[in-house]
T-cell receptor, first 114, second 111 residues
């Protein structure tokens, strides 16, 4: 089945630690996105990538970093500079060649502070 | 002011009721409008996707966009307990694929 796989489902971070969230898609989508979701709030865009080896900051990029070395993979690193990392992190992907194609989401990673 | 606003709810209805979920938006450049359903601890699932004004129907779901009043609605007919979830509306401009989300409305359908 085609889809977006996020791992792990739950992740715990210690003070001063960087952690990396995995996102893999087998939909052959060009674009990939990372969102953060806090309770009762909508999704806020952290980073997005429209093509391999290129990515842009979203609305809340501070304290996060990404890479896009392969089309199917878009890992997100939550660095120690992110002072409030506890949230639900969602990865999405979409085609870029057809503007009528919407974004599809993975099932998220819940990050908590130890 | 957020560009897309939703009442957070929760909205509680009896099984079989017609549900009306609503969003307002402020950016006139938005042309595409989406409704996503999100179950607890899961990612959002696309329900409806519409372009500009008008209605779109898919089974028990109808999406309605009124660009003159910047108002987006999702109607659910014959609501079921399995419809209990958070519903997120989203909008985007003509070009590009950046979405702006509302905060979500939590719906509870009681048997």
């Amino acid at each position: 089945d085609g889809g977006i796989t996020q791992s792990p489902k739950y992740l715990f971070r210690k003070e001063g630690q960087n952690v990396t969230l995995s996102c893999e898609q087998n939909l052959n989508h060009d674009a990939m996105y990372w969102y953060r979701q806090d309770p009762g709030q909508g999704l806020r865009l952290i980073y997005y990538s429209q093509i391999v080896n290129d990515f842009q900051k979203g609305d809340i990029a501070e304290g996060y970093s990404v890479s896009r070395e392969k089309k199917e993979s878009f890992p997100l690193t939550v660095t120690s500079a992110q002072k409030n990392p506890t949230a639900f992190y969602l990865c999405a992907s979409s085609r870029m060649t057809d503007f009528n194609q919407p974004q599809h989401f993975g099932d998220g990673t819940r990050l908590s502070i130890l | 002011q957020k560009e897309v606003e939703q009442d957070p709810g929760p909205l509680s209805v009896p099984e079989g009721a017609i549900v009306s979920l609503n969003c307002t938006y402020s950016n006139s450049a938005f042309q595409y409008f989406m409704w996503y359903r999100q179950y607890s601890r899961k990612g959002p699932e696309l329900l409806m996707y519409t372009y500009s004004s008008g209605n779109k129907e898919d089974g028990r779901f109808t999406a309605q966009v009124d660009k003159s009043s910047k108002y987006i609605s999702l109607f659910i007919r014959d609501s079921q307990p399995s419809d209990s979830a958070t519903y997120l509306c989203a909008a985007r401009r003509e070009a590009g694929n950046m979405l702006t989300f509302g905060g979500g409305t939590r719906l509870m359908v009681k048997p």
